[in-house]
């Protein structure tokens, strides 16, 4: 089993659509947890830190859910530029550990 | 917010040379450094962890004698690709730990990445 685990997509959905995204982790011990988006040849930018009490920005809304392992995060009302890689992220406590990602596709 | 430099952003050079990447954080302190590298296509691959003042930790499959990794001082960290060759052309990205001390507030940043193409 992979220490981090994302659904690869691609995700197509329309825009103004809400689509959500799990990304499940093996390791209990894991402190923290971001989700970062990466655009076409670009560096991953940091989006979100993801915290216990769950926290919203906008229209994107991460929760941690340690009981059962597993991140989210939540797009609502998406945008054409919402279109990109969405990478969870998991710090442990000298490792860090990168789901392969998850495509999302917003189309007009 | 904290920013990560990458020098070079592209670089193409002959099979069997060596090229040197540059990874600084700017305004910040990085005691840790992380590179990786990243397949078209393909998720992020982490290749080592770099160390100020130690040997780098490198990844199962890395071989450490090809990419060599100096952490000099606490804001530079380098990775450098002894006799490159095609298969090693890919985008090679740095990520610095903010390390404030408590996993609460750690973040990490990337530098903008580095484009090889080894002809």
């Known amino acids: 089993r992979k220490e981090v685990e994302q659904d690869p997509g691609p995700f197509n959905v329309p825009e103004g659509a809400t689509v959500a995204f799990n990304c499940t982790y093996s390791?209990?011990?894991?402190?923290?947890f971001f989700w970062y988006r990466q655009d076409c040849r670009k560096e991953p930018k940091l989006l979100m830190s993801?915290?216990?009490s769950g926290n919203e920005d906008g229209r994107f809304t991460a929760q941690l859910n340690r009981a059962s392992q597993y991140i989210s995060l939540l797009i609502r009302d998406s945008k054409l530029s919402d279109s990109a890689t969405y990478l969870c992220?998991?710090?442990?406590?000298?490792?860090?550990?990168f789901g392969s990602g998850t495509r999302l596709s917003i189309r007009p | 917010g904290a920013v990560v430099s990458q020098h070079p952003s592209w670089v193409i050079c002959k099979s069997g040379t060596s090229v040197k990447i540059e990874c600084r954080s700017l305004?910040?302190?990085?005691?840790?450094m992380f590179w990786y590298r990243q397949f078209p296509k393909q998720s992020l691959m982490l290749m080592a962890t770099?160390?100020?003042?130690?040997?780098?930790?490198?990844e199962q499959g890395v071989e450490k004698d090809k990419f060599l990794i100096n952490h000099a001082s606490l804001t530079l960290s380098t990775l450098t690709v002894t006799s490159a060759h095609p298969e090693d052309s890919s985008f090679y990205i740095c990520?610095?730990?903010?390390?404030?001390?408590?996993?609460?507030?750690?973040?990490?940043?990337f530098g903008p990445g580095t484009r090889l193409t080894v002809l």
């Open positions: 990520s610095a730990n903010t390390a404030t001390g408590s996993y609460l507030t750690d973040t990490q940043y």
């Open positions: 390791n209990s011990a894991s402190q923290s």
């Open positions: 993801v915290y216990s």
């Open positions: 992220v998991v710090l442990g406590t000298s490792k860090i550990i």
């Open positions: 305004d910040f302190q990085a005691t840790t």
């Open positions: 770099s160390n100020e003042g130690s040997k780098a930790t490198y």
